[in-house]
């Protein structure tokens, strides 16, 4: 006979990060009777994203039940707002600007460049994890079109021919943080 789950052996997320969530949403001292709860939830959906790198569906539901709502109004509320992300992206993160200005600059043709060298559609992560890329409305960097942003770091009037330059530091940094984390 199958023995019923519990819900933390249900979970695929570390442990030590419900753990770390479920103390700050304890700090914030949220009174489960009153309507104002939900004043806090994107307060929350932002340190979960933080913390975790996405907001799947097995975390909504733990954040939903904390804030005693349905998983349909947390999932409302991160499919409204264009910040929250239900995907895993990787630690190096691409952002390639597709807005008017980048585009009639030739931000496609920068996009489909990355695609190719990476192997992977706009969307998606590298098998490995190191690497996602995503085409975003706009990055307010219009004057520097077309614009990639990764991670942190703005790179302006890309060219296609330059961004295996730019990718290969990436690819140094990450095999230098896997050489660290072995030692």
Do not use: W
């Amino acid at each position: 006979m199958e023995r019923v789950r519990s819900k933390a052996q249900e979970r695929q997320l570390p442990p030590e990060l419900y753990i770390k969530l479920d103390e700050y949403i304890d700090s914030l001292k949220i009174n489960p009777r009153s309507d104002r709860r939900k004043d806090s939830l994107i307060q929350v959906l932002h340190k979960a994203q933080d913390m975790f790198g996405y907001l799947p569906e097995e975390l909504q539901k733990h954040i939903a039940n904390r804030f005693y709502i349905s998983h349909a109004e947390v999932s409302g509320v991160i499919s409204f707002y264009n910040f929250f992300t239900t995907t895993p992206k990787g630690k190096v993160r691409i952002n390639v600007c597709m807005g008017t200005a980048c585009y009639v600059n030739g931000s496609e043709k920068v996009l489909d460049e990355f695609e190719r060298v990476l192997g992977i559609k706009s969307g998606e992560v590298t098998p490995d994890g190191k690497f996602s890329i995503e085409s975003i409305r706009c990055l307010g960097a219009c004057g520097l079109a077309p614009v990639v942003m990764i991670n942190d770091k703005v790179y302006g009037k890309v060219q296609v021919e330059k961004i295996r330059d730019i990718l290969e530091t990436y690819i140094v940094e990450t095999s230098n943080e896997e050489v660290t984390s072995h030692e």
